[in-house]
């Protein structure tokens, strides 16, 4: 009986870490608008990981045999997760990306910054340099 009770929790925690995951997903796709190919990808790889999570949860606690109590605890873990949790964990996570979002383009505009610096100081007065070269050289 102990060994289903721990199948059980182990299948309630793996509904809820699946459901962390799919909150990392709806945070970064409400972060910033994706194209329909992108979101597709995105569904496959959480739904891939999804599988392989529950497939490990099988087969390293179970001996590979299906269990539908622990189908069971998966669906009470991502309800519970669904109807508490994530309204705590959901924004936490937007706001991350967020912030994410807006140190990549503060790097960006720096970097584009020192690109039109190297550019005007660096790149056009040997551009220069080497047209003088070329015109001197071609009137020899």
């Not at 569904?43 to 299906?66: P, R």
């Not at 080497?130 to 050289?137: A, F």
Request: include cysteine.
């Amino acid at each position: 009986m102990h060994h289903e009770i721990r199948l059980f929790l182990l299948g309630t925690a793996t509904g809820v870490l699946l459901s962390v995951f799919y909150d990392l997903f709806r945070a970064l796709r409400r972060s910033k608008k994706h194209p329909d190919w992108a979101v597709a990808f995105e569904d496959l790889f959480f739904w891939l990981t999804a599988a392989g999570c529950i497939f490990i949860l099988f087969q390293k606690f179970n001996k590979g045999v299906l269990r539908l109590y622990v189908f069971l605890g998966c669906m009470i873990g991502i309800f519970c997760y669904f109807q508490t949790i994530t309204k705590l964990v959901f924004p936490v996570f937007l706001m991350i990306f967020k912030i994410i979002q807006g140190i990549l383009y503060k790097c960006c505009l720096i970097f584009e910054i020192i690109r039109k610096i190297f550019k005007n100081f660096v790149i056009l007065p040997l551009k220069n340099i080497w047209e003088k070269i070329r015109i001197i050289y071609n009137n020899i």
